[in-house]
C-alpha cells in the first residue's frame, strides 16, 4: 500500500506540490489527472525514489521510497514519458536488465513485444519513437511488479497499439497490483481506470472510485440541456452533462467530463465529494 | 524478527554478491555498447600511427620507416589520456540524462553496487584492457618489424629503472623508506580517472571541457593559496643561508628535512584528495535525481 502523507515539493522557489494526502490501494489502477504542470510526473517521480520530498512523507510497504533499496526497487517499475534509446537489441536489453525485477518473465516480454508488432531483433535506438515506447511498455509490464507508475503511457502509440495496450495492462499485471497511470489521453484510458485522481496546482481535487463518482454525479447523455449541470458540453448526437446525483441513478463516467466540471467547480466538488 | 536476521537484512540492501554480479555483467554489457568501438579504435591507435607514418615515408621517401620507440611511447600516453578523459563520460555519463539515468537509478541494485561496478570497470577492467591490447599490438609489430628495437613495455621498464635510480639518488639523502615509488603513476591516473568520472556524473552537458575547466580552476585556486604559504615558509626558514658557500653535503644536510617532510605531505595530500574522490563520487550517485 502506497501512503502519501502531506507531502510537499517546488522546483526551487516555484511550489508544485502542497501538502498533499492521499492512500494508493492495491489491486488498483489508478487514473492521475490535472492539467499541464500541476505535479503529475514530480509526484510519480517522488514514488518511484527518483526525487527527495521537501516534507511529509511516502511510504511504500511501510518504506521510504527515496532509500532505493533494492528490494523495493524491484518492487516497482517507472515507465517515463521519454524513453531512452539504448544502443542494445530489445531482447538483449530485456534478457540483461529484466533479470533484476524477481518476477521478470522474458516469455511475457516477447509476447507483448509481438501483441504490440514490435521486433525484439532490433536496437533500440534504431527504433522509431513508437516502437521504443512498445519495448518499454514491454518490458515494464514483463517486470511483473507490485508497483507500476506509467507517465503518458500512450503517447506515440499508433491506434491499435493503444487498445493492445489495454488488453495487455489488464492481462499481465498482477491481481494485486497498484498502477498508476499520468495521462492526458483520458479516451486511451477510460475503461480501465479506477479509481480516478484529479491534481490541481498544490492540491487533490478528487480522488474517488467510479462507483463512488457515479454515485455522487450523474452523467447525462440526453439532448436537453439542463441549466442546474455543473457541466455540460455538445457531443455529436447530443450533449452530455454533469449533475449532482440527487436520484441516486447509475450512469457511465466521461472522464473529460468529470474533469472540466471539477474544474469548473473546484470547491463544491471536494464538498461533495468529502462529505 | 530476530535482530540479527533484521541486521542481516538491511546489510543485502546494500551489498548482496549474487546481485552485484547480475549488475556487473550487466553494466559491462552495458560499457562494451557504449565504449567498445573506441576502446578498440585507441586501443589500435599505436598500429594506426605506426602505418600512417610507414605509408608517409613510402610516399614521400620511397622507403619502409619504422617510428622510434620514444614517439610510440608518446603515443601511447596520448591513447592513455584520450581513454582517461572519454571513457567515464561514454560508459557513465548518461547518468545525468533524465532518460537513461532514470532507468540506471532505478534499476533494483544498491547504490553501492552501482557505484563499485562503476570503479572496476573504469579503473581495472577498461583501462586493463586498453593496456593488454594496446601493449601487445606493439609486441606483434616489434615482432613483424625488426627495425623495431624494443616494445613499449620495455620503454617503460626503462623508464622505470630510470625513476628507480632517481630515487636511489634520493634515498642517499637519507630518506629511508621514502623513495619515490616508480608506480606512483598509477594513483595520479587513478586521481584523473576519478576527476573525469565526477564531471560525467555532475556536468548535464560539455561534461570533458567543463571538467578541464574545473581542474584548471582548482589548480589556479590552490596555488593561490599554497604559494603564499609555501613563499613565507621558505623565507622564514632559509632566509639566511647562502647555498653557494655550501658544499654539497651540508647542503643534502640541510634540505633532508624539508624534503622528507614534502615527501609525507605530497602522499597525505595525494591520497587525501583520492579519498575525497571515491566519497564524493558515491555520494553523487546516491543523491542524484530526475
Given at each position: 500500500m502506497i501512503q502519501i502523507k502531506d507531502i510537499s515539493f517546488s522546483y526551487g522557489e516555484t511550489p508544485v506540490l502542497k501538502n498533499i494526502t492521499m492512500n494508493l490501494e492495491q489491486g488498483r489502477i489508478y487514473g492521475l489527472l490535472g492539467e499541464n504542470g500541476v505535479g503529475k510526473t514530480t509526484l510519480l517521480t517522488l514514488l518511484c525514489g527518483l526525487k527527495k520530498v521537501r516534507s511529509g512523507s511516502i511510504e511504500i510497504d511501510g518504506r521510504n521510497p527515496w532509500k532505493r533499496e533494492p528490494s523495493l526497487l524491484g518492487l516497482q517499475y517507472f515507465l517515463s514519458d521519454e524513453v531512452a534509446p539504448v544502443n542494445m537489441k530489445a531482447l538483449a536489453y530485456a534478457d540483461a536488465y529484466g533479470r533484476f525485477w524477481p518476477n521478470f518473465d522474458l516469455g511475457i516480454f516477447k509476447e507483448i513485444m509481438e501483441v504490440l508488432e514490435t521486433e525484439t531483433d532490433k536496437k533500440m535506438n534504431a527504433m522509431s519513437c513508437g516502437q521504443l515506447k512498445k519495448t518499454y511498455i514491454s518490458f515494464a509490464l514483463a517486470c511483473g511488479c507490485k508497483y507500476l507508475y506509467m507517465d503518458e503511457p500512450t503517447n506515440g502509440l499508433d491506434i491499435p497499439s493503444k487498445s493492445q495496450f489495454r488488453k495487455a495492462v489488464m492481462k499481465y499485471t498482477p491481481e494485486d497490483s497498484t498502477i498508476l497511470i499520468s495521462t492526458h489521453q483520458v479516451r486511451d484510458l477510460e475503461n480501465i481506470i479506477d479509481p480516478i485522481i484529479i491534481l490541481d496546482r498544490q492540491d487533490v481535487l478528487l480522488n474517488a472510485s467510479v462507483s463512488e463518482i457515479t454515485s455522487k454525479l450523474y452523467f447525462d447523455y440526453s439532448n436537453v440541456l439542463s441549466?442546474?449541470?455543473?457541466?455540460?458540453?455538445?457531443?455529436?448526437?447530443?450533449?452530455?452533462?454533469?449533475?449532482?446525483?440527487?436520484?441516486?441513478?447509475?450512469?457511465?463516467?466521461?472522464?473529460?467530463?468529470?474533469f472540466n466540471a471539477v474544474h469548473k467547480h473546484k470547491e463544491l466538488v471536494k464538498g461533495i465529494f468529502n462529505k | 524478527m530476530k535482530p540479527n536476521m533484521k541486521i542481516f537484512d538491511s546489510m543485502k540492501e546494500i551489498f548482496d554478491f549474487r546481485r552485484f554480479g547480475k549488475y556487473f555483467v550487466a553494466d559491462i554489457k552495458g560499457c562494451t555498447a557504449n565504449y567498445g568501438l573506441s576502446l578498440l579504435l585507441i586501443s589500435l591507435s599505436g598500429v594506426m600511427v605506426y602505418l600512417m607514418n610507414a605509408a608517409i615515408a613510402l610516399l614521400t621517401r620511397g622507403h619502409w620507416s619504422s617510428l622510434p620507440e620514444e614517439i610510440r611511447f608518446a603515443?601511447?600516453?596520448m591513447a592513455a589520456i584520450v581513454l582517461v578523459v572519454s571513457m567515464p563520460v561514454k560508459c557513465y555519463g548518461s547518468v545525468t540524462d533524465k532518460r537513461s539515468g532514470s532507468a540506471f537509478i532505478l534499476l533494483p541494485a544498491s547504490t553501492f553496487e552501482k557505484y563499485l561496478s562503476m570503479l572496476i570497470n573504469c579503473i581495472i577492467i577498461i583501462p586493463g584492457l586498453f593496456t593488454a591490447a594496446y601493449l601487445s599490438l606493439d609486441w606483434l609489430l616489434t615482432v613483424l618489424d625488426p627495425a623495431l628495437e624494443s616494445t613499449t613495455s620495455e620503454v617503460f621498464g626503462k623508464l622505470f629503472s630510470l625513476i628507480s635510480e632517481g630515487s636511489r639518488e634520493l634515498a642517499e639523502l637519507s630518506l629511508d623508506s621514502l623513495q619515490i615509488n616508480p608506480f606512483s603513476g598509477i594513483d595520479d591516473t587513478i586521481t584523473m580517472i576519478m576527476v573525469f568520472l565526477l564531471g560525467a556524473l555532475c556536468f548535464k552537458s560539455g561534461k570533458t571541457v567543463k571538467t578541464i575547466l574545473s581542474l584548471i580552476i582548482v589548480g589556479i585556486g590552490v596555488s593561490l593559496v599554497i604559494s603564499p604559504i609555501a613563499v613565507h615558509w621558505f623565507s622564514t626558514h632559509f632566509a639566511d643561508i647562502n647555498l653557494e658557500s655550501m658544499n654539497r653535503a651540508e647542503a643534502v644536510e640541510l634540505f633532508k628535512g624539508t624534503f622528507r617532510s614534502l615527501t609525507i605531505l605530497d602522499t597525505i595530500l595525494d591520497l587525501t584528495v583520492l579519498a575525497g574522490l571515491f566519497i564524493v563520487t558515491f555520494l553523487r550517485l546516491k543523491t542524484i535525481k530526475h
Open positions: 441549466p442546474d449541470a455543473l457541466y455540460s458540453e455538445m457531443i455529436p448526437g447530443g450533449a452530455i452533462q454533469v449533475k449532482v446525483n440527487s436520484t441516486g441513478e447509475d450512469s457511465k463516467v466521461n472522464i473529460e467530463a468529470l | 603515443v601511447f600516453c
